[in-house]
């Protein structure tokens, strides 16, 4: 018998060295989805065996322009799978379909924010833009958007703090929405992106895991 995680519906976060990367983890399984987090250099085809419902790009503490600046392989915004990039991983995303960053002054800890009407804040903006606080990590930033991507966010340092591509399903934020303790702004966010966008069942429950313990136990003995 296959254990039952081999069937999850499963979030995948791919780590690019963030100080938040478990954080974040634990917020997408607060939400009743269960979520893994993976090494960055992960291969296209080792992520499309796994069949993912969404994918998570963590921050960092690199930089895009870096010579030893990790990168995520190319071909996996490629397999049409939601795609919400955090921090370096907005920045990285944001270069990879043509967009610039460049060093920034930098914005550290709670931060004021401007948020717009966009399908990722839908439950937070109705149809008048928000202002609302946010935890921000950086110094890079983005500095022209890619075709094909919108502005969703702004602050009074960083004018490009969020961007969206709802063709191809890809969101980028510069700030932590998992850092939400004081901001549930954050929660919300990531509820839409993994319950709505990804459309994740919300099963990884008590008596699911359960059942998961069960199984692995059954493919020992």
């Keep these: 018998m296959q254990s039952a995680r081999r069937h999850l519906n499963t979030i995948f976060i791919l780590d690019f060295g963030s100080q938040y990367t478990y954080v974040l983890a634990k917020q997408v399984r607060k939400l009743f989805v ?37 990168h995520l392989d190319p071909e996996i915004y490629k397999l049409g799978i939601p795609i919400l990039a955090i921090c370096y991983g907005m920045q990285l995303m944001a270069r990879d379909f043509g967009g610039t960053v460049s060093p920034g002054v930098g914005e550290f800890g709670y931060t004021p924010i401007h948020l717009y009407p966009c399908e990722l804040f839908k439950h937070i903006v109705d149809c008048e833009s928000l202002d609302t606080e946010i935890r921000m990590s950086h110094r890079d930033h983005v500095t022209t958007i890619p075709e094909g991507f919108n502005v969703i966010a702004s602050t009074s340092q960083c004018s490009i703090s969020g961007i969206e591509n709802t063709k191809q399903r890809l969101y980028g934020l510069q700030f932590h929405p998992e850092v939400s303790d004081s901001t549930p702004t954050g929660n919300k966010i990531l509820e839409t992106f993994v319950q709505e966008i990804c459309s994740a069942p919300t099963l990884w429950n008590p008596s699911y895991i359960q059942q998961d313990l069960v199984s692995k136990i059954q493919d020992t003995v």
């Excluded at 291969?43 to 870096?66: N, T």
């Design 34 to 70: 269960y979520c893994e987090v993976l090494p960055w250099n992960i291969s296209v085809q080792c992520l499309k065996e796994r069949a993912p419902l969404g994918i998570i790009l963590s921050g960092g503490p690199h930089s895009v322009y870096e010579n030893k600046a990790p």
